[in-house]
């Protein structure tokens, strides 16, 4: 069964478990369709009304940006949890002889690399949750304004996640140009997403003040 | 049909529609919810691993803690959207003479106070699993440390937005002394979490620096 279509009850408690997955890159994507679907829920109560009609092209952009993103997201909770399995499939080749031994080397350096795509993904999709709350601050129902602060923090714990399961892939691989490029990127999404989060949330308290 | 029941791509596209339920509440709840169930996992993945045996005592007292709070979580999804009802129900209170004028405006302060009471107790829950993955810190699987992080910040986020529904009630509340107390453990609250989190995620970084 795909992780979507348990209950939410049922997804959280197999969360709990020791059950291989979900695991902790599948809570982070959920986390993230959270935050865009709370950003979709804000365009959703601005849309058709008189007062904001000047930013109606905007709202309705980014509420489309963000029904692709919540897509996106709820595909990455199961995604993140296939990642692993070619890391699994890898580790069990055979090691009997040299080149037995070289090629299973070979493959399971392959097979993180491959596992880091999905939470890659994940990452830059959070990102982009932040960037369209930050894009309809003071352009979209006031109502709902602390909704686009809390999915901007909702996706910012998501990508924080996905970079977690990032990070703990790369310490397994040995090719040490590939990961100080990647590392080098992380530093860069975690410092844009921040700046982008504090902005979001200094602007929405403001409002409120 | 209780909203925990619905399968985590309803409930997110639900939350993503400008349908009065869930609202930004219930999504605050679950990402505490999700936080617990982290904490709960990285317990799962320590009990009974030799290693770790003399923290056994601490790891099962944290699992129970966290099994709880995921069950008062997972209400909290529900009972956050239930809050508003007796605001909505007090408005629609008879206002025709001066009488009912008062007893309509009373009933509504009295109904924002008691709606504050959900938000309060799942902001409450998010800062005991917090406090739950700091004490877990080096006292738990060492391969699973990154979940712990990444629970802390869920909880952080669960936190933010159940403060922030506590906030718009107060928002609407007459009683001065009310509100300024209420504000001042909001501050607190807010404050202490935030140190904890910074807690845990320096010392999970410095794990794998």
Redesign the interface.
């Given at each position: 069964m795909n992780?979507?279509?348990?209950?939410?009850?049922a997804?959280?408690?197999k969360?709990?478990?020791?059950a291989p997955a979900p695991?902790?890159g599948s809570?982070?994507a959920?986390?993230g369709?959270?935050g865009?679907?709370?950003i979709?829920?804000v365009c959703?109560?601005t849309v058709g009304k008189e007062k904001y009609a000047e930013f109606e092209p905007l709202v309705k952009d980014s509420l489309e940006k963000?029904?692709s993103l919540?897509k996106n997201l709820?595909e990455g909770?199961q995604k993140d949890t296939n990642a692993f399995d070619g890391v699994i499939a890898a580790f069990g080749m055979p090691k009997a002889t040299d080149a037995e031994k070289a090629a299973r080397s070979e493959a399971i350096q392959k097979a993180y690399k491959t596992a880091i795509l999905s939470p890659e993904t994940t990452a830059k999709d959070c990102l982009e949750v932040i960037h369209l709350a930050k894009g309809l601050l003071h352009k979209s129902n006031k109502n709902?304004a602390?909704?686009l602060?809390?999915?901007a923090?909702?996706a910012?714990?998501g990508l924080?996640?996905a970079l977690?399961?990032v990070?703990?892939n790369l310490?397994a691989i040995k090719d040490e140009g590939y990961v100080a490029e990647k590392r080098t990127w992380m530093d860069e999404l975690e410092k844009e997403a921040k700046t982008l989060l504090k902005e979001v949330q200094s602007s929405v308290s403001a409002m409120?003040a």
């Open positions: 992780l979507t279509d348990m209950t939410v009850k997804f959280t408690e969360l709990a478990s020791d695991g902790g809570a982070a959920l986390s369709a959270l865009a679907a709370l979709s829920m959703n109560l963000a029904t919540i709820l909770i709902a602390s909704d602060a809390v999915g923090m909702q910012f714990a924080k996640g977690e399961n990070h703990i310490a409120f």
